[in-house]
């Protein structure tokens, strides 16, 4: 099953510059069963092997604007940082459900700017936007492409291809570190994410070479749809969990003797 997420997984991320987190780590949990922690770790290595592969297309295409990059991950590497220790402060359950309501308010969102995208030049405002995105990747692994795109879309003039360049760019720099201090902390499952890059390394190479001849706008507007009813199911589970435990009778010493 892993193998066969990994490649489905990649060729988003290859396409759409969006799915590193937001596919992975729902998916980690709610199919294979990982634990939260182990999910992103897991989530964000993978990522970031995935990217290596990818980028260089976009690079080669000339498809990566180095100044929208630099102001993204200038801002965004601290938060990641941050975003790793606090997700250890955590409990579990809250951690997913935070996760999947991340995603269907990110993704709904993006799905109304399908329609509504009117372009400016405000570069510069992208920096305090990159420090709350790699707040949130380094705690969940989600939202590096989804609102990184949205940003890019609204706060850019960049072409389609330019932002998935770009967002894979400036994942990739997020992942990487996020991804480090959650190996170092023994968040990654290194089983799962070997049969991950089994499936994703080749994913990857083959979503690399259809990047250019395959519309991603369409993809991502699919991609979104997928990530509602993901994002949903996660945050039903996660937090059924928390109620269900919230409301269950305390056992006392002298109860658990009768």
Not at 30 to 51: R, Y
Not at 108 to 125: E, G, K, S, Y
Not at 207 to 222: D, P, Q, T
Request: aromatic share 8%; glycine share 10%.
């Amino acid at each position: 099953m892993e193998i066969a997420l990994g490649f489905i997984i990649s060729i988003f991320i290859a396409l759409t510059g969006v799915g590193a987190g937001s596919l992975t780590t729902p998916l980690l949990f709610l199919l294979v069963g990982l634990p939260a922690k182990e999910c992103v770790g897991t989530a964000l290595v993978f990522a970031t092997v995935v990217k290596v592969v990818t980028v260089p297309s976009y690079v080669a295409r000339q498809q990566v604007n180095w100044r929208v990059f630099t102001y993204l991950t200038v801002a965004g590497l601290p938060g990641v940082v941050a975003g790793a220790f606090l997700m250890k402060r955590l409990p579990t359950d809250i951690v997913m459900g935070c996760v999947g309501l991340t995603i269907v308010s990110i993704t709904l969102v993006n799905l109304f700017r399908f329609a509504h995208v009117v372009q400016h030049d405000r570069t510069r405002w992208l920096a305090p936007l990159g420090t709350l995105i790699g707040l949130e990747m380094g705690f969940s692994s989600a939202g590096a492409g989804a609102i990184g795109a949205l940003a890019m879309m609204s706060l850019s003039k960049l072409t389609t291809a330019e932002i998935v360049g770009t967002n894979l760019t400036f994942g990739l720099a997020l992942s990487a570190v996020g991804g480090l201090i959650h190996a170092s902390l023994g968040d990654v499952n290194t089983m799962v994410l070997w049969r991950l890059l089994a499936g994703g390394v080749v994913g990857a190479f083959a979503g690399s070479a259809l990047a250019g001849r395959v519309e991603s706008r369409k993809l991502r507007f699919a991609l979104c749809l997928a990530l509602v009813y993901i994002g949903a199911q996660l945050s039903w589970t996660s937090f059924s969990k928390v109620y269900a435990t919230a409301t269950a009778p305390s056992v006392t010493p002298a109860t658990a003797q009768k």
